[in-house]
């Protein structure tokens, strides 16, 4: 079935340091990639998206680009800050159907000043 | 926008009893989506509403989970004889029905926690 897998954290940097968070996905055809943040006591929130191969998603200094050819779509920022500690989540819509969200297990990240 | 809206936040209630929660999704989303999330994990796919009807339940959505969405507006979860293992954040979420890849707008979520 369909799978997304992002890398374990929890991943602590420090202020202005380069993230990487890597995903990869299992899927069918060509499912849309999302990837949402949950901030603390916070709920879901959509941070970026793409829906074809070769997009790039972004958003607050984040991007995503839809890699088919290696089922990746790994979150990048050049410079965090503080306020990005939070967890993010990977996930898929399989393509039709209902679209029903398919989420990898969540990073954590903790960017100290 | 007032964004998606779930009560209760919290629910502590002892193993046995049934629960219910409610979601009332963004006015216009036609699409509705139950989701369980616990500790460590990302979510996990419970159900889907396309307007009125229930189309689709995961396996995980055992017998005695049953969820409405009587006039294709807001929401009910009820899950009877609560176990332990139930015990999880549950999430909803909506979205416009229009193509691939809209995204799905959540709520903040019910915690329950079974004594």
């Not at chain 1, 998206?49 to 972004?58: F, M, N, P, Q, R």
């Not at chain 2, 009560?7 to 409610?22: A, C, E, S």
């Not at chain 2, 989303?29 to 990302?42: E, I, K």
Request: glycine share 10%.
């Amino acid at each position: 079935g369909d799978s997304v897998t992002q890398m374990e954290g929890p991943v602590t940097l420090s202020e202005e340091a380069f993230l990487t968070i890597n995903c990869t996905y299992t899927a069918t055809g060509y499912p849309s990639l999302f990837w949402y943040v949950q901030y603390p006591g916070e709920g879901l929130q959509l941070l970026l998206k793409a829906t074809k191969a070769d997009d790039k998603g972004s958003n607050k200094g984040f991007e995503a680009t839809y890699r088919k050819e290696t089922t990746s779509f790994h979150l990048e920022k050049g410079s965090v800050q503080v306020s990005d500690s939070a967890v993010y989540f990977c996930a898929l819509t399989p393509q039709g159907g209902s679209e029903k969200l398919v989420f990898g297990k969540g990073t954590k990240l903790t960017v100290n000043p | 926008d007032t964004g998606v809206s779930q009560n209760p936040r919290h629910k502590i209630t002892k193993r046995g009893q049934n629960v219910t929660f409610r979601c009332d999704p963004i006015s216009e989303h036609n699409r509705l989506y139950w989701y369980r999330q616990t500790l460590g994990q990302g979510p996990e796919f419970l159900t889907y509403f396309q307007n009125e009807a229930q189309l689709e339940k995961s396996r995980l959505l055992s017998d005695r989970f049953s969820a409405e969405r009587p006039k294709g507006s807001f929401s009910t979860l009820e899950i009877q004889r609560t176990e332990q293992g139930d015990s999880a954040m549950y999430l909803c979420a909506s979205s416009l029905g229009q193509g691939n890849g809209q995204p799905q707008h959540f709520g903040d979520g019910t915690r329950l926690s079974i004594l």
